[in-house]
């Protein structure tokens, strides 16, 4: 007898242009100059995210009264990225009177055939599977023109069955937000307990003895300028880090280059477990990002733009409070002043400037007390994070289920 399960035939649905089902616009590039009208906040390109709308940076422009009824929203109105992120698309649920919708976004306005959530879902769907790639304009920045949104063709399932659809998603995306919040708070929480046992260490606030980062830090080890191989698909060959590896202060394998197949990394450029990490090179904001390396690596190396922490064998603090510490916003300000150059998009700081920072400068014991609790917080970090894992795998594989008819 076979047990094995058998998937639902796929239904087959009519593919059907967007143009045909709703009500479409662009937005208007107006005229920030203008001295007559009338104020509105106008939403941009960044102020849409996948289903939700960020209102939070808003500008504001003058607006002539008989312009204002063509760029004003409605509940339930679709918006979608012309240039940038082209494609992402949200949901306005009219949180906010007087908003309207400016040039590099499209509103869609859908029409009885077509729910609104199955169509960010879907448009969801087509730009992480490269379904979008088809309608794109333009070959090095894509856009999602008026033209190629009108042409965008959609398997459409009768009414209920796309509302029931996008019922199911609704309920299997709330579940990966949830763990992607419990994840941010978790990320706040370091931070918190940071400043409730330390204060502000380059204010001293709490009175430590004072000192400098050289009194803890012997020295920054790093790698060189590596020009990678982009066609070495070689999983065994030297990888080398990018600055991004360590941007959002937890370290990231990933963000690696593979090199030439014939390098041959010296032994004190590869990266090691407990290595604590830091960014001499980034934008002002982020510069001084450090993660500390959690697992064993194989065949990864350090470039010149990072710097491992090489420590003060008869005064060695603790990585994980060195990490919260030059995580704090304090010491990232500290670092920001201290950082040179003329490209807005790329400083720099010298191993001096940062060895010569004056702190505050706590106990060993009460670092390792600070260590103790934060690694109870990443334990639970990594718990949802493998949560979130399986969350994705499984949202993923509900949407392709969904949009090939067998959900």
């Excluded at 007087?98 to 969801?124: E, S, T, Y």
């Excluded at 733009?305 to 420590?311: L, T, V």
Aim: glycine share 6%.
């Amino acid at each position: 007898m076979n047990l094995a399960p058998t998937l639902a035939k796929p239904a087959i649905w009519p593919r059907i242009r967007l143009g045909e089902l709703a009500d479409h616009r662009l937005g208007k590039m107006l005229d920030k100059q203008k001295n007559t009208g009338l104020p509105r906040r106008y939403l941009r390109n960044p102020n849409i995210r996948w289903f939700d709308v960020d209102l939070t940076d808003l500008q504001e422009i003058l607006v002539e009264e008989q312009d204002i009824h063509r760029y004003e929203l409605r509940d339930g109105d679709v918006l979608i990225c012309e240039g940038g992120e082209a494609g992402r698309a949200a949901i306005w649920k009219g949180d906010s009177q007087g908003i309207i919708f400016q040039k590099a976004c499209h509103r869609v306005r859908v029409g009885p055939n077509l729910d609104a959530r199955f169509l960010v879902h879907r448009l969801m769907f087509d730009y992480f599977n490269r379904g979008l790639d088809d309608y794109y304009t333009g070959a090095t920045i894509k856009h999602f023109t008026g033209q190629d949104l009108a042409r965008y063709e959609i398997p459409l399932p009768p009414l209920d069955e796309q509302k029931r659809i996008a019922a199911i998603l609704d309920k299997a995306d709330q579940l990966r937000q949830k763990r992607r919040q419990a994840i941010a708070m978790l990320d706040s929480l370091t931070q918190s307990i940071f400043l409730e046992m330390f204060g502000d260490l380059i204010e001293n606030d709490k009175s430590f003895a004072a000192g400098r980062i050289s009194d803890w830090v012997e020295d920054f080890e790093t790698g060189k300028n590596l020009a990678p191989d982009p066609d070495n698909s070689d999983p065994r060959s030297y990888r080398v880090l990018k600055v991004s590896a360590v941007t959002s202060g937890i370290f990231k394998a990933e963000e690696a280059k593979a090199l030439p197949k014939s390098y041959r990394a010296p032994l004190n450029h590869l990266i090691h477990k407990g290595d604590l990490l830091f960014s001499r090179a980034n934008t002002a904001e982020l510069i001084g990002a450090t993660a500390i390396v959690h697992t064993d690596y194989e065949r990864i190396v350090l470039p010149d733009k990072i710097w491992r922490f090489a420590w003060n064998a008869k005064n060695k603090p603790n990585p994980l409070f060195v990490h919260g510490m030059f995580s704090s916003s304090s010491f990232r300000g500290e670092i920001s002043k201290r950082a040179t150059g003329t490209s807005g998009s790329m400083k720099n700081i010298s191993k001096e400037k940062v060895l010569n920072i004056r702190i505050g400068m706590p106990e060993r014991q009460l670092q390792d007390d600070f260590a103790e609790r934060i690694e109870a917080t990443q334990r639970c970090r990594l718990k949802c994070e493998n949560q979130l894992t399986v969350l994705e795998a499984h949202f993923s594989s509900l949407q392709h289920r969904a949009f090939s008819g067998q959900l």
